[in-house]
């Protein structure tokens, strides 16, 4: 499986990004899609992550700003992300995690997202 993150760039504050994910290979039906962040100095937090049955879950710090969804015909997701904050600044990674006998995890390369003035 692999991911291909796209959609990084400079934005400044209360401004919106559209991130989108590709997944290509293998996958199995029972799976969720996500995206996480980390910034300089700072763990590895989820953001938002939707299943197969496109239930979704997001962390409260961007709770009615970001909204994850997903195309399952192209084994797509996306992070639409409004009202953008200094502190959403970081590399954004996407995540596919599928369930055959087992959970397997898969991350994407990162990409970029820079909110500033």
């Known amino acids: 499986v692999q991911l291909q993150a796209s959609g990084g760039g400079l934005v400044q504050p209360g401004g919106s990004l559209r991130l989108s994910c590709a997944a290509s290979?293998?996958?199995?039906?029972?799976?969720?899609m996500g995206w996480y962040r980390q910034a300089p100095g700072k763990q590895r937090e989820l953001v938002a992550t939707i299943t197969s049955g496109d239930s979704a879950n997001y962390a409260d710090s961007v709770k009615g700003r970001f909204t994850i969804s997903r195309d399952n015909a192209k084994n797509t997701v996306y992070l639409q992300m409004n009202s953008l904050k200094p502190e959403d600044t970081a590399v954004y990674y996407c995540?596919?995690?599928?369930?055959?006998?087992?959970?397997?995890?898969?991350w994407g390369q990162g990409t970029q997202v820079t909110v500033s003035s």
């Open positions: 995540n596919l995690r599928h369930y055959s006998t087992r959970w397997d995890d898969y």
């Open positions: 290979g293998r996958i199995f039906s029972i799976n969720v």
